[in-house]
């Protein structure tokens, strides 16, 4: 579901004012430009952009986050990157009007700062701020899909579960964690089987317990082997 709003410039600017990462990045928006802005709103679910389809516009993340992915033939998905408030969507395809090499979804009810393609080119011709900004964007995104795919690369499916719980019970500071296998399959490209049959010879090995998808850590260090 979504919900269009074509809002006033002004009061735009007075949502992004509150969020400090957000306002850096447009804070010298040429007038010409800023009028121009659209706020979308899309519920949880919603597919926005689809891998392999053009459009023509750019967008930053306002609130909430989204999941990048890419979807094969057969329908397994293997996610990319989690995007959330002052994240870019569309800055590699916009110049050249290629198609989205990724499926673009949002994970939860979603704010995006829309502006078309050809108010995005004339805000980058004025404002080299802005380019500052959307550089620094560039390099922190791409930093971490670089990162994730060498981990993907370089290690095996348990290694890559493994840091996976220890990560969440560092996050949650808890020993048991709740674990969705759909999206650890989704973000490994495996099957939910596979994550299965790597959690049960965890299981088997004294490091975990499970009770349904709820994962208690019970030996840490066999984790970090």
Known sequence: MIKKENNHWLLILDKLESESELFELVKRCPLEVMQHWKVNYFS???VIFEQNKIYDEFNIVIDGKINVYVQSADDRKYLQAQYQTGDI???LEIFERKPYVSTVEAADDL???NISR???LRWIELD???NRQLLLKFSQQYYQL???AAEDSLYSLQQRVCQYLLQEMKLSKQSTIFVNKKNLSDQYAVT???INRVLQQLKESGAIGINGDKVTIINQHRLEE
């Open 44 to 46: 949880k679910g919603t």
């Open 89 to 91: 969507i569309g800055e």
């Open 111 to 113: 704010t995006l700062l």
């Open 118 to 120: 050809e108010h995005f």
């Open 128 to 130: 080299s701020h802005f």
């Open 146 to 148: 670089a990162k994730k």
């Open 192 to 194: 939910i089987r596979s």
